[in-house]
């Protein structure tokens, strides 16, 4: 379970950093409207996690059969989304894979802590703690799931920051590359001719990012058939 929140929360947290990244350098839009861009996946989070919570409540499914699907949204989605074109235009599409991707993260954050009290011994579930309003499963599993964010995010900016770095070579001096890598403000210096060569290159590394965000989520399948009881949970 607690490897299963790993892989969580790598395509998530990185999600939510890369997005709006990648819509002010590559389509070059402003910061709040490379937030704007992100709603679709902020918003078909929350909506995930509430229809999880009442499926597993009120059909009284299963919950590992959401955990499995929904990590198989989330393969789609990131897929998907490291298909976007390397131009500067916006692709309508993205909001759509953004909605596929963000509607898997939410079921599979809201199912993993429907599950964490009925997968553990009450010893483990901290109420024994005096005026506890958590449980020590729970805070592990967030723990976790946060961890690997943190993770997922220093994985994909290395593959990034190597494929850009190496890419970039070719266009421009040293000099312009660190300047580029410490602050991406920097591509509106370069001549005009440069800037739609360079951009592409950094939609390319985004891409990449998010097959690896596809690679994770596909690991969630794997990590969550531990979790395979003889006799399900249901809540």
Request: charged share 10%; net charge positive; hydrophobic share 50%.
């Amino acid at each position: 379970m607690m490897l299963y929140a790993f892989f969580l929360g790598a395509p998530f947290f990185v999600a939510v950093f890369q997005i709006p990244q990648r819509s002010q350098i590559v389509n070059g839009v402003a910061p709040l409207m490379a937030g704007v861009r992100l709603l679709p996946f902020s918003i078909a989070s929350p909506i995930g996690s509430i229809v999880s919570s009442e499926i597993a409540g009120k059909i009284k499914i299963p919950p590992i059969y959401l955990v499995i699907g929904a990590s198989s949204l989330q393969v789609i989605g990131f897929a998907l989304l490291s298909t976007l074109p390397v131009s500067t235009a916006t692709s309508k599409a993205q909001y759509g894979y953004e909605v596929i991707a963000g509607f898997g993260c939410g079921v599979n954050i809201s199912t993993l802590m429907l599950m964490t009290p009925f997968s553990v011994e009450k010893r483990d579930q901290g109420k024994w703690l005096p005026f506890s309003h958590g449980t020590v499963a729970l805070g592990t599993i967030a723990q976790f799931r946060v961890m690997g964010g943190a993770t997922g995010l220093a994985i994909v900016t290395a593959v990034f920051n190597s494929h850009v770095d190496s890419s970039l070579r070719a266009v421009l001096s040293g000099e312009q590359i660190a300047t580029l890598l410490d602050t991406s403000s920097a591509i509106l210096d370069l001549p005009s001719s440069l800037q739609e060569s360079v951009r592409s290159i950094f939609a390319l590394g985004y891409n990449t990012q998010f097959k690896i965000l596809a690679g994770l989520a596909a690991a969630q399948i794997p990590s969550s058939m531990v979790m395979w009881q003889k006799e399900q949970i249901v809540v």
